[in-house]
Nanobody, 122 residues
Framework: QVQLVESGGGSVQAGGSLRLSCAAS????????IAWFRQAPGKEREFVAR????????YYAVSVKGRFTISRDNAKNTGYLQMNSLKPEDTAVYYC???????????????WGQGTQVTVVS
């Protein structure tokens, strides 16, 4: 089993930055792909970004491309999401997820964190 714990959320002004972390425990996630999703109140959970287990391949939602950067440190068993130029519409609970499959579909991910709130104020 893999346990994921997100941290780094908070409240920030529009245009600001936050860095989210996703710490894994239980067993290594070096053979898992890591993704970030977010869910705003009243909306469905949506894909934000994902990174291949190798760290060499990344993929972003159109809405965050060029502003967010996903990365990972397999030695630390941790994934990251650097968020720059934040907008009020980025406000949501952010979740990290891990799975051996390379997928965009939330239901395909076996492991999830509890989420961390990101609030962007204008």
């Amino acid at each position: 089993q893999v346990q994921l714990v997100e941290s780094g959320g908070g409240s920030v002004q529009a245009g600001g930055s936050l860095r989210l972390s996703c710490a894994a425990s239980g067993r290594t996630v070096s053979n898992h792909n890591i993704a970030w999703f977010r869910q705003a109140p009243g909306k469905e959970r949506e894909f934000v970004a994902r990174i291949h287990r190798s760290g060499d391949i990344t993929y972003y939602a159109v809405s965050v491309k060029g502003r967010f950067t996903i990365s990972r440190d397999n030695a630390k068993n941790t994934g990251y999401l650097q968020m720059n130029s934040l907008k009020p519409e980025d406000t949501a609970v952010y979740y990290c997820a891990a799975d051996e499959r390379w997928t965009l579909v939330p239901s395909n991910y076996d492991y999830w964190g509890q989420g961390t709130q990101v609030t962007v104020v204008s």
